[in-house]
């Protein structure tokens, strides 16, 4: 396994997020590289389900990820082992990933070619949905054990994703989770998401996420 | 049941929250109110462990709840329910709750002369443990389906916690968690750190953990 490279990423000087991000989304658009910004709160299967991504999308595109993380390099060595190129970035305590802490890992990744590039945000329903990276599309994802009223109490994450992933969907049973109310929920955060009830630890469900980032990604290197 | 009141508090416009979280800790302690703050991811269980908690100890002290959160006020009405004074506080997209923001919640409990005020902080591992709310003791809840290495990737939180309740012990056999291997991990940050397995929903371990927090409640009461 290559050593884990580890970029302390430094908050932006830059007030303006928004613009910044918009500028590093339209860079990204003439290198043809799609940016997946992917949000949880902790423990909901950030890295599981990427790992699961990367086994059926690998052969078909080259995929870099960037794992932000407050400490520890835990979550980049599993990405590393699963063979695509992965960054740690440390944010010294930071909550969460705006655009110019998100260029910083980019860099990086650029030069070794990705076409799909994956930011693991923080895990943090709160803060990290405040902040536009630089990304294509937003991707959060809410396990089962998390319960149903979260996109009641977490608004902004779900108004602000593309996607919303529903983990450890074999738990089910032994949770009071109704999968119904839940994207009626997210549908009131947002009537566009999609909602797609995966398992990352089976793989149930990820064929259809796959499926969908694989269209986002050729959409975006054709310009549509 | 009441109608539950919302507060709508602002950020502290002063910058030493940790003077003032000191000022707010002796106020308490002279009028002989434990204030207990309850932190942990979104979906832990923090209102659910509230319920069995005050189950056990509302007939021995009068507690009265706050429930911060971004938006909704589920959970103030499920404390309501539960029999004890229970305000909602509302942060207005805050990530945390800093020490002024908890006495603009306090200010009403105390007129309704509690012993113990539980403050159960927005769901979030990151920025509620860098902010001092005047509490007395800190306490957090990890959940099984989090995973057990949640106090390497969060360690702020784990190293400003007196105790860590590992809550929904009950689905252990379907996770891959290592209560032990979590235990380590938390004394890592903390030595100290009390670590007590739970479960909420059956009311596994709550009696435990009432006992730690009752005792806590009479120390302070005896001025120790």
């Known amino acids: 396994m290559d050593t884990v490279r580890i970029i ?3 908050q932006s000087v830059f007030a303006d997020n928004d613009k910044r991000a918009a500028q590093l989304r339209e ?5 043809g590289i799609f940016l997946l910004n992917l949000m949880s709160a902790p423990g909901s299967g950030k890295t599981t389900t990427l790992t699961r991504t990367v086994e059926l999308l690998k052969d078909e595109m080259k995929i870099g990820v960037m794992e932000a993380d407050i400490d520890s390099d835990v979550d980049a ?10 960054i740690q970035l440390h944010t010294g305590g930071m909550c969460h990933l705006d655009a110019d802490m998100t260029r910083q890992g980019l860099d990086e990744l650029i030069d070794n070619d990705v076409e799909l590039a994956v930011l693991e945000n923080v895990g943090n329903l709160v803060c990290p949905a405040e902040f536009d990276t630089g990304a294509v ?3 959060a994802i809410l396990s089962v054990p998390e319960g149903d009223d979260k996109p009641l109490k977490y608004p902004l994450m779900f108004q602000v994703c593309d996607v919303v992933l529903i ?11 109704d999968l119904e109310r839940c994207t ?16 990352a630890k089976t793989g149930e469900g990820v064929e259809e996420w796959a499926c969908w980032l694989r269209q986002q990604v050729r959409d975006w290197q054709r310009g549509e």
């Open 8 to 10: 302390e990423v430094k």
């Open 137 to 139: 599309k937003n991707a």
């Open 184 to 199: 009626e929920y997210i549908r009131m955060r947002n009537p566009d998401a999609k909602v797609i009830p995966i398992c």
């Open 27 to 31: 860079e990204l658009k003439e290198k």
């Open 77 to 86: 060595r599993t990405m590393a082992a699963a063979g695509v190129k992965s």
């Open 167 to 177: 983990n450890k969907i074999d738990v089910a049973p032994y949770f009071d989770f």
